[in-house]
């Protein structure tokens, strides 16, 4: 697969890069895609809520009432989770939400999510940038010129670049990541991912 390689003024350059069929070309497998995506939300849950149990409640422990000849319901404390005030009954603790992904499948999904997006003629390549201080009126001429302003971009980089990271971060419908970083949940949730020229090689490094 040719694609060609677009300059940051949004003009068409005289190269070419050749895109892999075994990553770009393959029919992409939806429940890997659904299993990998589910893995990145689950580990981004923080997993610290928590409520008091009835051990934990403060008050007093003694018997409410004696048990038997009051015509209601038996009661022990006054902490019980039956009654306000009382403890949470099985109430959230704290815990971890991930598990464990075959590495092998977390590839297929990654290439499975590039899949629909070239099939979806939703990739650019541009050529390597190099911003000599951050400056983010320079990144938002550069998606200008790309036609990029106004949807949801995912620019993925050879190897990290401080100076486009800091340039893009205040640009809230844009995230720029490494190729050695990047997952199948933000490919998917871009509008439009742009490739430089150097990440192609190493995505297929990986990847391949």
């Known amino acids: 697969m040719e694609v060609k390689v677009i300059d940051s003024k949004g003009k068409a350059t005289s190269k070419q890069v050749s895109l892999s069929d075994e990553i770009f070309g393959i029919d992409p497998n939806d429940h890997a895609i659904y299993l990998d995506v589910k893995q990145h939300l689950a580990n981004r849950r ?18 409410l009432k004696k048990q038997k000849g009051t015509g209601g319901a038996r ?19 704290p815990r971890n939400y991930g598990f464990k992904l075959n590495v092998k499948l977390k590839r297929l999904a990654r290439k499975s999510a590039f899949a629909y997006k070239a099939k979806n003629d939703a990739l650019l390549v541009v050529e390597d940038m190099a911003f000599a201080t951050p400056k983010t009126a320079e990144f938002k001429s550069v998606l200008s010129n790309l036609n990029l302003a106004n949807e949801k971009v995912l620019m993925i980089v050879g190897a990290e670049n401080e100076n486009i990271y800091l340039s893009s971060r205040n640009l809230k419908r844009v995230k720029v990541v490494s190729a050695d970083s990047v997952n199948t949940y933000d490919v ?3 509008r439009k991912v742009v490739f430089t020229e150097s990440s192609i090689k190493v995505i297929e490094g990986i990847l391949n």
């Open 188 to 190: 998917l949730n871009a």
């Open 46 to 63: 923080q997993g610290t809520h928590k409520s008091k149990e009835r051990n934990e409640v403060a008050g007093s422990t003694r018997k």
């Open 75 to 93: 009661a022990g404390s006054v902490k019980s989770g039956t009654r306000v005030g009382g403890g949470r009954i099985f109430g959230p603790r």
